[in-house]
Protein backbone atom coordinates (compact mmCIF):
# COMPACT_ATOMS: atom_id res chain seq x y z
CA UNK A 1 0.00 0.00 0.00
CA UNK A 2 0.88 3.79 -0.02
CA UNK A 3 0.83 6.56 2.55
CA UNK A 4 0.17 9.87 1.64
CA UNK A 5 2.25 11.06 4.54
CA UNK A 6 5.49 10.46 2.68
CA UNK A 7 6.44 7.71 5.08
CA UNK A 8 7.48 4.14 3.67
CA UNK A 9 5.06 1.57 4.40
CA UNK A 10 5.85 -2.06 5.22
CA UNK A 11 3.19 -4.46 3.52
CA UNK A 12 1.29 -6.23 6.79
CA UNK A 13 0.29 -10.12 6.33
CA UNK A 14 -3.52 -10.69 6.03
CA UNK A 15 -5.54 -12.98 5.94
CA UNK A 16 -7.71 -13.84 3.12
CA UNK A 17 -10.66 -12.08 4.86
CA UNK A 18 -8.02 -9.40 5.88
CA UNK A 19 -7.87 -9.57 9.35
CA UNK A 20 -4.09 -9.07 10.31
CA UNK A 21 -1.55 -11.63 10.65
CA UNK A 22 -0.91 -13.32 14.16
CA UNK A 23 2.35 -12.10 16.01
CA UNK A 24 5.11 -14.88 16.09
CA UNK A 25 3.73 -15.44 19.69
CA UNK A 26 0.86 -16.84 18.91
CA UNK A 27 1.03 -20.39 17.91
CA UNK A 28 3.33 -20.51 14.79
CA UNK A 29 3.98 -23.05 12.85
CA UNK A 30 7.51 -24.77 13.48
CA UNK A 31 9.01 -26.40 10.18
CA UNK A 32 11.40 -28.75 9.48
CA UNK A 33 14.05 -27.50 6.66
CA UNK A 34 16.73 -29.58 5.43
CA UNK A 35 17.53 -28.51 2.44
CA UNK A 36 15.69 -31.69 0.67
CA UNK A 37 13.14 -31.65 -2.15
CA UNK A 38 10.64 -32.77 0.77
CA UNK A 39 11.55 -29.98 3.09
CA UNK A 40 11.17 -27.46 0.18
CA UNK A 41 7.77 -29.16 -0.32
CA UNK A 42 7.12 -28.82 3.13
CA UNK A 43 7.84 -25.18 3.61
CA UNK A 44 5.44 -24.67 0.75
CA UNK A 45 2.91 -26.04 2.74
CA UNK A 46 3.28 -24.30 6.05
CA UNK A 47 3.47 -20.89 3.69
CA UNK A 48 -0.42 -22.19 3.07
CA UNK A 49 -1.18 -23.08 6.35
CA UNK A 50 0.20 -19.49 7.67
CA UNK A 51 -1.80 -17.64 4.93
CA UNK A 52 -5.05 -19.65 5.72
CA UNK A 53 -4.31 -19.73 9.91
CA UNK A 54 -2.89 -16.59 10.15
CA UNK A 55 0.48 -17.75 11.63
CA UNK A 56 3.99 -16.60 11.75
CA UNK A 57 6.43 -19.22 10.66
CA UNK A 58 9.83 -20.37 12.57
CA UNK A 59 11.74 -22.63 10.64
CA UNK A 60 14.38 -24.43 12.09
CA UNK A 61 17.73 -26.57 10.52
CA UNK A 62 19.01 -29.38 12.34
CA UNK A 63 22.38 -30.76 11.90
CA UNK A 64 22.22 -34.14 13.42
CA UNK A 65 24.23 -34.77 16.34
CA UNK A 66 25.01 -38.26 17.75
CA UNK A 67 24.70 -38.12 20.99
CA UNK A 68 28.49 -38.47 22.08
CA UNK A 69 28.81 -35.38 19.51
CA UNK A 70 25.63 -33.62 21.35
CA UNK A 71 27.32 -33.88 24.92
CA UNK A 72 30.56 -32.10 23.64
CA UNK A 73 33.11 -35.10 24.23
CA UNK A 74 33.37 -35.17 20.12
CA UNK A 75 37.33 -33.74 19.53
CA UNK A 76 40.00 -34.29 17.45
CA UNK A 77 41.80 -33.44 14.19
CA UNK A 78 38.97 -32.27 12.04
CA UNK A 79 35.99 -31.47 14.47
CA UNK A 80 36.51 -28.13 13.96
CA UNK A 81 36.34 -28.30 9.84
CA UNK A 82 33.20 -30.26 10.55
CA UNK A 83 31.32 -27.78 12.32
CA UNK A 84 32.18 -24.90 10.17
CA UNK A 85 30.51 -27.07 7.49
CA UNK A 86 27.66 -27.28 9.29
CA UNK A 87 27.11 -23.94 10.14
CA UNK A 88 28.09 -23.55 6.16
CA UNK A 89 25.28 -25.61 5.12
CA UNK A 90 23.07 -23.64 7.65
CA UNK A 91 24.03 -20.54 6.41
CA UNK A 92 22.98 -22.33 2.50
CA UNK A 93 19.52 -23.71 4.17
CA UNK A 94 18.30 -20.14 5.31
CA UNK A 95 19.48 -18.07 2.55
CA UNK A 96 17.13 -20.77 0.49
CA UNK A 97 14.40 -20.09 2.90
CA UNK A 98 14.82 -16.35 2.47
CA UNK A 99 14.85 -16.46 -1.10
CA UNK A 100 11.15 -17.99 -0.76
CA UNK A 101 9.50 -16.43 2.37
CA UNK A 102 11.12 -13.17 2.31
CA UNK A 103 8.12 -13.07 -0.79
CA UNK A 104 5.20 -14.98 0.93
CA UNK A 105 3.73 -11.98 3.12
CA UNK A 106 4.12 -14.15 6.14
CA UNK A 107 6.10 -13.07 8.87
CA UNK A 108 9.36 -15.99 9.84
CA UNK A 109 12.43 -16.48 11.44
CA UNK A 110 15.29 -19.61 11.46
CA UNK A 111 16.50 -21.14 14.14
CA UNK A 112 20.01 -23.55 13.53
CA UNK A 113 20.40 -26.34 15.98
CA UNK A 114 22.30 -29.18 16.99
CA UNK A 115 21.13 -33.00 18.27
CA UNK A 116 18.38 -35.19 17.10
CA UNK A 117 16.21 -33.45 14.18
CA UNK A 118 12.82 -34.76 15.70
CA UNK A 119 13.93 -34.07 19.16
CA UNK A 120 15.30 -30.71 18.50
CA UNK A 121 11.79 -29.96 16.32
CA UNK A 122 9.27 -30.97 18.77
CA UNK A 123 11.78 -28.78 21.00
CA UNK A 124 11.40 -25.91 19.22
CA UNK A 125 7.64 -26.11 18.89
CA UNK A 126 7.05 -26.27 22.74
CA UNK A 127 9.32 -23.53 22.84
CA UNK A 128 7.40 -21.70 20.82
CA UNK A 129 4.04 -22.84 21.46
CA UNK A 130 3.42 -24.02 18.30
CA UNK A 131 -0.05 -24.48 16.53
CA UNK A 132 1.48 -27.21 14.32
CA UNK A 133 4.58 -28.71 12.85
CA UNK A 134 5.09 -29.50 9.68
CA UNK A 135 7.94 -31.92 8.03
CA UNK A 136 8.51 -33.27 4.59
CA UNK A 137 8.40 -37.45 4.26
CA UNK A 138 11.44 -37.83 2.22
CA UNK A 139 10.41 -41.45 0.79
CA UNK A 140 13.58 -43.41 1.98
CA UNK A 141 13.17 -47.00 1.79
CA UNK A 142 15.33 -50.16 2.95
CA UNK A 143 18.28 -49.67 4.04
CA UNK A 144 18.20 -45.78 3.18
CA UNK A 145 15.72 -45.68 5.99
CA UNK A 146 17.15 -47.59 8.75
CA UNK A 147 20.59 -45.46 8.00
CA UNK A 148 18.82 -42.32 8.12
CA UNK A 149 15.69 -42.90 10.14
CA UNK A 150 12.59 -41.31 9.82
CA UNK A 151 12.21 -37.44 11.75
CA UNK A 152 8.49 -37.71 10.17
CA UNK A 153 7.76 -41.50 11.66
CA UNK A 154 9.39 -40.31 15.23
CA UNK A 155 7.05 -37.06 15.35
CA UNK A 156 3.61 -38.71 14.30
CA UNK A 157 4.35 -41.07 17.55
CA UNK A 158 5.98 -38.35 19.89
CA UNK A 159 4.56 -34.58 18.99
CA UNK A 160 2.78 -32.89 21.53
CA UNK A 161 1.37 -30.34 18.77
CA UNK A 162 -0.35 -31.36 15.71
CA UNK A 163 1.66 -32.72 12.83
CA UNK A 164 1.45 -31.99 9.41
CA UNK A 165 3.96 -34.79 6.92
CA UNK A 166 4.06 -33.58 3.33
CA UNK A 167 4.73 -36.31 1.26
CA UNK A 168 7.42 -35.63 -1.45
CA UNK A 169 6.79 -34.70 -4.70
CA UNK A 170 5.53 -36.95 -7.71
Given amino acids: GTRTDGQRHQPRAHRPDDRPM ?4 DGVIVIGFDGTVGS ?4 FAAIDLAHATARGIVVVHVEYAPPVAAAGTAIGPGAGALVQAEDAFAEVCRRNCAAILDGANVPWTFE ?7 DELADAADEHAAGFIVVGRHGHHGLGRLLAGSVSQRLVHHARHPLLVIPPPA
Avoid: F
Wanted: net charge positive.
Fill in 22 to 25: STMD
Fill in 40 to 43: HAAL
Fill in 112 to 118: ARRGNPA
